[in-house]
T-cell receptor, first 115, second 113 residues
Framework: EAEVAQSPRYKITEKSQAVAFWCDPI?????LYWYRQILGQGPELLVQ????????DSQLPKDRFSAERLKGVDSTLKIQPAELGDSAMYLC?????????????FGPGTRLTVT | DAKTTQPTSMDCAEGRAANLPCNHS???????VYWYRQIHSQGPQYIIH???NNETNEMASLIITEDRKSSTLILPHATLRDTAVYYC??????????????FGTGTRLTVIP
């Protein structure tokens, strides 16, 4: 069964450093999502792509976070500079399309620890 | 703003049915009810979704009340592997973005041997 791939699985970085996460969605999935999940809370949507275009990035802290999906396939989420409060699980998900019946498939996530 | 209300936690005996409630009293006509679960240290997993009819698949059944203000996810024979956080999400069919994909804090289901 096809899966969403994410790397790295774990990342420890120091405050003020740059960090990047990679996501490869299921082949053929046009919609890609990046979520942040703080311990004890549900996932929070950061950014949503439809193909290579950003559909929603209203919750993305744009002063330090950036996301791209240049060829409409894989995607990179970057944080620069990292802050202590960025420690969380970063989840990538993909779906066939954006609307109604297309469920999202999630990757295993990248757990970020900022020291 | 949360569109759904779920109990914080529930226990269920192994082999018994687990019934997880969700209140969504402000649901609109074009909003679907989705259920996902998240096993510890893994990404969320889609379970089932429905609009107004009851739905069943290999994982679970979804019972939606006639007024659509609440629903119940049923795991017919809970196993230890069903221990997870279960999220009930209300999502509009024709909308996108952060307001349309709100997970909340979910219900932590513990299946007891």
């Amino acid at each position: 069964e096809a899966e969403v791939a994410q790397s790295p699985r774990y990342k420890i970085t120091e405050k003020s450093q740059a960090v990047a996460f990679w996501c490869d969605p299921i082949s053929g999935h046009a919609t890609l999502y990046w979520y942040r999940q703080i311990l004890g809370q549900g996932p929070e949507l950061l950014v949503q792509f439809q193909d290579e275009s950003v559909v929603d990035d209203s919750q993305l802290p744009k002063d330090r976070f950036s996301a791209e999906r240049l060829k409409g396939v894989d995607s990179t989420l970057k944080i620069q500079p990292a802050e202590l409060g960025d420690s969380a699980m970063y989840l990538c998900a993909s779906s066939l399309g954006e609307v109604q019946a297309y469920e999202q498939y999630f990757g295993p996530g990248t757990r970020l620890t900022v020291t | 703003d949360a569109k759904t209300t779920q109990p914080t936690s529930m226990d269920c005996a192994e082999g018994r049915a687990a019934n997880l409630p969700c209140n969504h009293s402000t649901i609109s006509g074009n909003e679907y009810v989705y259920w996902y679960r998240q096993i510890h240290s893994q990404g969320p997993q889609y379970i089932i979704h429905g609009l107004k009819n009851n739905e069943t698949n290999e994982m679970a059944s979804l019972i939606i009340t006639e007024d659509r203000k609440s629903s119940t996810l049923i795991l017919p024979h809970a196993t230890l592997r069903d221990t997870a956080v279960y999220y009930c999400i209300v999502r509009a069919a024709d909308q996108t973005g952060a307001n349309n994909l709100f997970f909340g804090t979910g219900t932590r289901l513990t299946v007891i041997p």
